[in-house]
């Protein structure tokens, strides 16, 4: 299992880490996922395969919250 932190800068509130957990929750291979808005950053564990750290920040990007690199 893979796990990485990252700082997602455009989360601003409770809907923004509602959205972020739901929508990468449900890729495939997604063990875990908690975004926080103090902080904003978002801790995700993952398998690998069957999803990927670059399939998952495509996710991110998609749905409107880019990682910061
Ligand atoms: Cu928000």
């Not at 800068?9 to 808005?37: M, Q, Y």
Request: glycine letters at 6%; a negative charge; proline letters at 6%.
């Amino acid at each position: 299992m893979a796990s990485k932190t990252v700082k997602v800068p455009k989360i601003s509130c409770g809907h923004c880490t509602s959205t972020i957990e739901r929508e990468v929750g449900e890729l495939e291979g997604i063990n875990f996922v908690k975004a926080d808005k103090e902080s904003k950053m978002v801790t995700i564990d993952w398998n690998e395969p069957p999803v990927t750290w670059a399939q998952i920040t495509a996710l991110l990007t998609e749905i409107g919250y880019p990682a910061e690199v």
